[in-house]
């Protein structure tokens, strides 16, 4: 991620190649919206499964699992699952492109900011670095969220399931595995469901605890390029300040976020028994 490294240009971004930049994080998130259902349809394992598919076929799939002795899924319910994880996949190498793109516009555009000499061009930099900077936070966040769901496919598939809908057959598994869980006793499903959740919630411990660590890094490259600005100028050491203050507040929450899953990877059963009951 490029802003946390900041690294002014020379000059100002050349107006050809901010819209180069503009053009390619249009494209980008254009990608991210169309382009993983498409390409997931032709993951290895998928069988042309497609998103109608997931909606319309996971209930009764995972239902017939649950019900189930077998600690592995059948063959359909392993393609939803392989698409899904094919999704998430695509959606994360595009997350993590659009992260590089926005992150480096943003490095880009704040750097000139700090380095203008008229307002007028403070003003233009400021605004457009700072979007830049906070489109990069989202696709941190997605891409957080898809590795997440890329690693553990199935609990992601589960969260897919309806938990106001009237499938009583559905209803029925969930309330059979809750039970489970509250006497103390698995079966195979149930067994292999616990530890797919358990890595669903360290998996997003973990990329969270990563992403904590380089924002943490980003603050203090900041934070040292703000006092190394002459305190005579004012605005570009706020614009600095500003920028610290979001990283800062982006870190605790990713930091907050790594204390809640890793209490859940410790003991999943809670959290799986609580997803169970609302879908009863």
């Not at 382009?35 to 209930?59: K, M, Y």
């Not at 000499?117 to 997605?142: E, I, M, N, S, Y």
């Not at 590795?147 to 199935?154: D, I, N, S, T």
């Not at 998996?203 to 002459?230: E, K």
Request: glycine share 8%; aromatic share 6%.
């Amino acid at each position: 991620m490029s802003v946390l490294s900041p690294r002014p240009p020379s000059s100002s971004p050349a107006r050809p190649a901010g819209l180069t930049i503009v053009a390619t994080l249009v494209g980008l998130l254009a990608a991210l919206w169309f382009l993983p259902p498409l390409l997931a349809a032709g993951w290895p394992g998928s069988r042309g499964t497609t998103i109608e598919h997931l909606g319309g076929d996971l209930p009764a799939a995972m239902t017939r699992w649950w019900t189930s002795n077998d600690p592995v899924p059948d063959d359909e319910l392993a393609a939803l699952v392989t698409f899904w994880s094919g999704f998430h996949a695509v959606k994360a190498v595009l997350a993590a492109l659009l992260l590089v793109a926005a992150g480096g516009m943003a490095a880009r555009l704040l750097g000139a900011c700090v380095r203008a000499d008229q307002p007028a061009h403070l003003r233009t930099w400021g605004t457009a670095g700072f979007g830049c900077l906070l489109l990069a936070v989202v696709a941190l966040l997605v891409l957080i969220a898809n590795v997440q769901g890329a690693w553990a496919p199935l609990s992601s598939a589960v969260s897919l399931l309806p938990t106001d809908g009237p499938d009583t057959d559905l209803a029925s598994a969930a309330a059979g595995l809750h039970q489970q869980l509250l006497a103390g006793t698995r079966t195979p499903p149930l067994t292999t469901l616990v530890e797919d959740f358990r890595r669903y919630h360290l998996v997003l411990a973990i990329c969270s605890a990563l992403s904590t660590v380089l924002l943490f890094g980003g603050l203090v490259s900041w934070w040292r390029r703000r006092a190394r600005v002459p305190r005579a100028q004012r605005r570009p050491r706020r614009v600095l300040a500003a920028v610290a203050v979001l990283l800062a507040g982006l870190m605790l929450f990713l930091a907050l976020i790594t204390l809640a899953n890793m209490s859940t990877a410790a003991d999943p059963a809670p959290a799986l028994a609580g997803f169970l009951d609302s879908v009863r």
